[in-house]
């Protein structure tokens, strides 16, 4: 039967509903009882205990006091002897700490600030009061920062706070960078330095300040930490160091030219280099890497004014300078793998063979043999050391099919499996390992008809395939990739491109998303975390003028009204990551 409730359902159903509105009177009586038994602690009334904290006294109700405290439930229940005494003393406490803790009991109300969390922690974890305890833990992970991580750490594993722990070890490991820099990391005992330094998740920019870090620690007193040394420089990941550094920073170090064992440790690391790949995979932990520290920026070079070259920086809406000597390219595209930006394809007066490439960290700049088929209006993108050309064409010409791949090891380009149908001016990603390519124009650049067709390649099976197509045809638009989605952003289609749209890899489907204020007929766009940047874009009758973010976790367009777009709209744009780098940079705009 469908519709009615058996007489049990119905008498269960009921029940619930009931039991619902008792627990919310329950809850008001109870209250009202604490209210009340409050009052007459305050005027000594019924009273069976007095607590004495450093001379000052308590009154309190023992039931009351066992049924918040297991502390004093076994005090009160057992033989124990404060069981049966008028007065107990609770020695090693403060009298503001235990007035608020029994404030607390019966009020359940407290206060917890910088002042005396730590007293109370304590307190709350000597008489067993978890409510409280867990107050103190939510308020020290609000504060913890640079300067107090490892305090906060040390003193979570005096009270037996596992949470607390974890949160501080969590912000040290994420700012290891900054915290091994201040005093705090220097007065740290050996045990808890190597236990520390031993931690995959340490997010350095490279290995060397693991090395640097524990330098800093054993000259801080070399007296008495030099017998250390093998145990400390232990933690170190000599084959992860760079050979310059080795060389150059690490073996000239005294300490080390003076013992045997770490001159071991370096010549190890040096030897790493020059192993084969499937070697160096046999040497465990020690070639392990750690957690990588990001600082992602977008690049842009100015294509048709080289002169132009600037990183935007997501966390604070800034831009700086990039020195840029390369000449003029019109239709290129842009790659970041590896600390390098490749720029390919584009053409002035003829198309460009050379593929120029930036060096980030060293802010140098050099070529290398670009696409064995010289063309303008392609697209490109990076999977596992490789760059993958798709489509574009040559001067003069419709669009290509060809498909080609760079691999950045060996220097070397290899043509692959020609894609399913030619195009130029679309765009290409990659999301998992796979290769997508949507929209664009199949026949002449300028004339020719405007795609909304996507497809995919597999690096694995060298074989593409076919995938729904986009809700709109479209070229010249931004495509990128956040949390497994495709986004197309603005563009030029047959219909304007009124709507932006995103393709769910999951499900094999285009679905749409709020539209961008300002409609790019050609748009350069990003995506660092969840933001996608419109970062320079033309309309027909001008630029565009300020910075735009859309959202994608609220599918919300921002127009960043202070903060000037680039000013070149036939520019190259990818996210870079600028950790570590070495080069000067110089505000503008």
Not at 23 to 33: A, G, R
Not at 377 to 382: G, Q, T, V
Not at 419 to 426: D, T
């Amino acid at each position: 039967m469908t519709g009615i409730a058996s007489p049990e359902k119905a008498s269960s159903s009921k029940k619930k509903s009931e039991r619902k509105c008792a627990t919310k009177e329950e809850y008001k009586q109870l209250s009202s009882i604490m209210g009340v038994m409050n009052n007459l602690r305050k005027q000594g009334t019924l009273c069976d205990v007095t607590l004495v904290v450093q001379g000052k006294h308590f009154s309190a109700h023992r039931v009351v006091l066992a049924a918040a405290s297991h502390f004093f439930s076994l005090m009160f229940t057992t033989r124990m002897m404060e069981s049966m005494s008028h007065e107990v003393e609770l020695r090693s406490a403060e009298p503001e700490i235990i007035e608020l803790l029994i404030e607390f009991i019966y009020t359940a109300r407290i206060s917890v600030n910088s002042s005396n969390v730590q007293s109370l922690l304590d307190a709350a974890n000597q008489y067993q009061i978890e409510p409280v305890k867990k107050m103190c833990v939510e308020f020290l992970k609000g504060q913890i920062d640079a300067t107090n991580c490892l305090g906060i750490s040390a003193l979570a594993d005096c009270m037996d706070c596992p949470e607390l722990k974890a949160a501080a070890e969590d912000f040290f490991q994420l700012h290891f960078t900054e915290v091994y820099k201040l005093d705090e990391f220097l007065q740290l005992d050996v045990s808890q330095l190597t236990h520390l330094l031993h931690q995959d998740k340490l997010t350095v920019r490279a290995e060397a300040q693991i090395y640097d870090a524990a330098v800093r620690w054993l000259k801080y007193d070399v007296c008495n930490r030099q017998q250390y040394m093998v145990e400390v420089l232990g933690c170190v990941r000599f084959p992860l160091v760079s050979k310059t550094f080795l060389s150059k920073t690490v073996q000239g170090e005294p300490l080390i030219q003076d013992n045997p064992q770490c001159l071991k440790m370096v010549i190890s690391g040096m030897r790493y280099h020059l192993l084969s790949l499937e070697d160096r995979e046999d040497l465990g932990e020690s070639s392990r890497p750690r957690r990588k520290k990001h600082d992602y920026r977008i690049a842009l070079f100015g294509g048709s004014q080289p002169q132009s070259c600037r990183y935007f920086n997501p966390k604070d809406s800034s831009w700086t300078d990039i020195r840029c000597p390369f000449e003029k390219r019109r239709d290129a595209t842009a790659v970041f793998w590896d600390n390098v930006v490749y720029i390919l394809g584009g053409s002035q007066l003829f198309p460009i063979k050379r593929m120029d490439c930036y060096n980030v960290l060293k802010d140098s700049w050099y070529s290398k043999l670009g696409p064995p088929t010289p063309r303008d209006s392609l697209a490109a993108c990076a999977a596992q050391g490789k760059i993958y050309t798709s489509g574009g064409s040559e001067v003069g010409s419709s669009a290509l099919d060809l498909f080609e791949c760079y691999d950045t090891r060996t220097e070397s380009w290899q043509v692959k499996t020609s894609m399913l149908l030619a195009r130029c001016s679309h765009g290409s990603v990659e999301a998992n390992g796979l290769i997508y390519v949507c929209g664009g124009t199949v026949g002449n650049n300028v004339s020719g008809r405007v795609l909304n067709n996507c497809e995919v390649y597999d690096p694995n099976t060298q074989q593409w395939r076919e995938l729904c197509g986009m809700r709109e045809a479209r070229k010249n638009h931004g495509l990128v990739v956040v949390n497994n989605r495709i986004y197309a952003v603005g563009g030029q289609g047959a219909l304007g491109n009124k709507t932006e749209t995103y393709y769910d890899i999951a499900s094999n489907e285009w679905r749409a998303a709020s539209a961008m204020p300002w409609r790019g007929v050609t748009v350069k766009c990003a995506a660092v975390g969840d933001v996608i940047y419109v970062l320079a874009g033309f309309q027909g009758v001008g630029r565009l003028g300020h910075v735009m973010e859309y959202h994608t976790d609220t599918d919300r367009w921002v127009t960043c009204s202070k903060v000037r777009a680039f000013p070149v709209t036939s520019c190259l744009i990818c996210v870079v990551d600028t950790c570590g780098t070495l080069c000067r940079i110089k505000l503008t705009i």
